[in-house]
């Protein structure tokens, strides 16, 4: 990456940020609390990351032909690496926390493993989240905000690369919140 990027930097840096989290998240976390549900249709702190790791595979594996496309083609980049009206919308309603009407079931390709062990799926996190990092610097001089790809979950919608790396960062931050949320309970629940 060389020029100004500031927009690739901020977005590398969500992603180290949210890395950091995740490790915080596991840090010194027992395999039965990273394991513990609330209930049978909850996810576990380890399902919520596996669900992440497999998530943020189906994206990239969407994202790369319409990437490969464009560098091939040599479309330079034009402007910021940001959505546009409606992928900033749908970013938006990713954040956390989650507000009751844009909570929805993960499609089955993204639905985690039933009780993954919580070392494999923190480590199938990171590793994606290194192939998302590989994805943007080797990507970050095409057009991210004008090269477009399928949505590999909503039929005939198409969001520009920019927002699909926003999507991933934001749908990050939302599962490590509720993550978070899980091991709090867990360790209240443990605690009595």
């Not at 977005?11 to 596991?26: F, M, Q, S």
């Not at 994805?135 to 699909?164: C, M, Q, W």
Request: glycine letters at 6%; one cysteine or more; aromatic letters at 8%.
């Amino acid at each position: 990456m060389h020029g100004d990027r500031a927009d690739i930097v901020a977005l590398e840096d969500a992603l180290n940020a949210t890395e950091r989290d995740a490790r915080a998240l596991v840090a010194g976390l027992t395999e039965e609390v990273g394991a513990w549900r609330a209930d049978a249709s909850s996810w576990s702190v380890a399902e919520c990351l596996d669900h992440l790791a497999v998530a943020n595979r189906v994206y990239l594996h969407a994202m790369q032909p319409a990437a490969e496309h464009a560098l091939a083609q040599g479309r330079r980049r034009r402007r910021p690496a940001r959505p546009g009206l409606i992928g900033s919308w749908f970013v938006r309603t990713l954040e956390p926390p989650v507000k009751p009407k844009f909570r929805q079931k993960a499609p089955q390709s993204i639905r985690p493993r039933v009780s993954p062990p919580l070392d494999d799926a923190a480590g199938r996190f990171v590793a994606s989240q290194d192939d998302v990092r590989t994805f943007l610097r080797r990507y970050s001089d095409i057009d991210l905000a004008g090269v477009r790809f399928p949505n590999p979950f909503v039929r005939g919608v198409r969001f520009s690369l920019a927002t699909g790396l926003h999507v991933i960062a934001a749908h990050e931050r939302r599962h490590l919140w509720q993550a978070w949320r899980v091991r709090q309970a867990a360790e209240r629940a443990s605690a009595t």
